[in-house]
């Protein structure tokens, strides 16, 4: 379908209902808005939340280090892997249904996981609970652009990316005090009050948001060629730093990957309803923006990554102190992205992406600066710049993606955003995290000898770069002075401070790179309402 037809064919489209005074408050906007946020912040609540709770649920259920990092890999391989077949669902069968089956299954599973009396029940129920969290947030999408005409989307968009950033601040602070204070278990529990609230807003609040001409039936073969597609390539990224980069199954798993997406685009040509028209990658403002997204993931996940293990293991502070200290850039986050969305609605998402990126490529580069002795006023300067900087980004892209999207498609283009965002993210991480391990295997042994400690061969020299490449310093010997012990964490700290710093270079170049691509962006185009069924 061409630009030009499309634009025809939603100028026809009935606008969006208005809430009558007197039927109540279903299809309200903003309380479709709050009842999406009540939803989506499970998502972005569990996305930090567990990161808190994987020591203990290591020692409790006697988990191998191996199978603890499948609680959080397995998660997150299901949610990338089924965000735009998720879209294509609420496309298909209407976002209210899509989103509700969403809030539910993920309550549900959730509970499942703090019952679970064994390791290998909790992996399973994290996949499902990633399938269920890759429903909620392009149907999330999908109500939004349903019940908000196209000039106030950006601020709707804003204030739901503010109360992602609210939850995602909150994660580490409600983990470490619910794991410190309660079980792990409830670190999961707390998904299901959450969920009943969701599913009785959506009941009451939410109408059903579906276009009129969406694709009727799924087109499978394209489904089975994206979805193992996306697997080989999010699991080789997370696999490569382990095996690594040169590794044969990295390769044959990265190599897979771009073989399935050509077979796949090949076959989205073909097909008679495929599953990503690839008329769509005609705009290129939405084209832009997934790059955009992409890039912006990758610099901000990858080098924050890292930020977590710089305040607990080089400075020490307890999981709490540590989310009370990222403060200023969630916070950030959550007042900049409704002024995000306010800007952008004046002067359209050009500028103030623009902006953003090049805020947060300087944040990138101050935190390049940081050193084991920084401050918490030098460390909140950059995570307050940073904040400020990525807040338009996320909200611009997401408008650009999702706007400029036919509306029978706004699912697809709602699973596109958060697959790009996953993707991004795990490349970054990945990739930033390789770079960072060459960096701190190459000074290590120089500061190690520059802190006159003797050196260290064998086995132990390996297990001492695997601990430094975290920022944690082994447990020395019984009887070892005192002055050797810091003189062994200090060689540690300065290693991985190098480490980060490199990778806080190349994400501000990346960063930089976005800042540029921004300049291919524009407000989406398709501002007609949709056609609505209750």
Not at 367 to 374: E, I, P, V, Y
Not at 382 to 395: E, K, N, Q, Y
Not at 442 to 462: F, I, M, T
Request: neutral net charge; aromatic residues 6%; contains cysteine.
């Amino acid at each position: 379908m061409s630009q030009s037809v499309v634009k025809n064919s939603e100028a026809d489209a009935p606008p969006p209902p208005t809430p009558t005074s007197g039927g109540g408050l279903k299809g309200h906007p903003w309380l479709t808005l709050l009842t999406v946020a009540v939803g989506v912040m499970m998502v972005a609540l569990d996305g930090t939340i567990v990161a808190i709770a994987n020591p203990v649920i290591q020692e409790k259920l006697h988990a191998a280090p191996s199978e603890i990092q499948w609680v959080t890999s397995g998660y997150l391989l299901a949610l990338a892997v089924f965000l735009i077949t998720a879209g294509k669902i609420g496309d298909r069968f209407g976002h209210k249904t899509t989103f509700l089956v969403g809030a539910v299954g993920f309550a549900a599973t959730s509970a499942a996981i703090g019952f679970a009396g064994n390791i290998q029940t909790v992996i399973a129920c994290r996949v499902l609970q990633g399938l269920f969290g890759a429903l909620l947030q392009p149907a999330a999408l999908g109500l939004l652009r349903g019940a908000f005409p196209a000039e106030k989307l950006n601020m709707a968009i804003g204030i739901w990316g503010g109360v992602i950033g609210a939850s995602t601040a909150a994660g580490p602070i409600v983990g470490g005090l619910l794991v410190e204070h309660v079980s792990w278990e409830s670190v999961f529990f707390i998904n299901i009050p959450v969920g009943l609230i969701a599913l009785a807003l959506g009941l009451w609040i939410l109408k059903d948001v579906r276009a009129e001409n969406a694709a009727k039936s799924f087109d499978l073969p394209g489904i089975a060629l994206l979805s193992v597609g996306m697997f080989a390539l999010v699991f080789g990224i997370i696999k490569a730093p382990e095996w690594g980069w040169g590794d044969t199954r990295t390769l044959l798993l990265l190599g897979g990957a771009v073989a399935l997406m050509v077979l796949f685009a090949l076959w989205q040509g073909r097909a008679k309803e495929p599953l990503i028209p690839l008329s769509l990658f005609r705009s290129v403002p939405l084209s832009a923006g997934v790059l955009l997204m992409v890039l912006m993931a990758f610099a901000f996940f990858g080098a924050i990554f890292f930020v977590t293990f710089y305040l607990q293991n080089v400075h020490g502070m307890k999981p709490v102190d540590a989310g009370v200290h990222l403060l200023p850039m969630t916070g950030m986050m959550i007042v900049g992205s409704p002024l995000a969305g306010i800007a952008i609605g004046k002067l359209g998402p050009r500028i103030p992406i623009m902006v953003g990126m090049l805020l947060t490529t300087g944040a990138m580069v101050g935190m390049s600066t940081l050193d084991t002795g920084s401050g918490t006023g030098v460390m909140s300067l950059w995570f307050v710049l940073m904040g400020l900087g990525i807040s338009p980004v996320i909200v611009g892209a997401t408008e650009v993606i999702v706007g400029n999207a036919p509306l029978e498609l706004s699912g697809v283009a709602g699973g596109l955003q958060q697959a790009a965002m996953q993707v991004g993210g795990s490349l970054g991480t990945a990739v930033l995290g390789a770079l960072m391990a060459a960096k701190v295997g190459d000074v290590l042994p120089g500061n190690w000898a520059k802190a006159g400690l003797p050196p260290v061969e064998g086995p132990q020299a390996d297990g001492l770069k695997q601990a430094a490449q975290l920022g944690i310093t082994p447990p020395a010997p019984p009887g070892t002075p005192q002055q050797a012990v810091d003189a062994m964490a200090g060689a540690v700290h300065q290693s991985f401070v190098s480490g980060m710093s490199l990778a806080f270079v190349v994400a501000a170049v990346v960063a930089f790179g976005a800042a540029l691509l921004a300049l291919l962006t524009r407000r989406g185009t398709t501002d007609a309402g949709p056609a609505v069924h209750i």
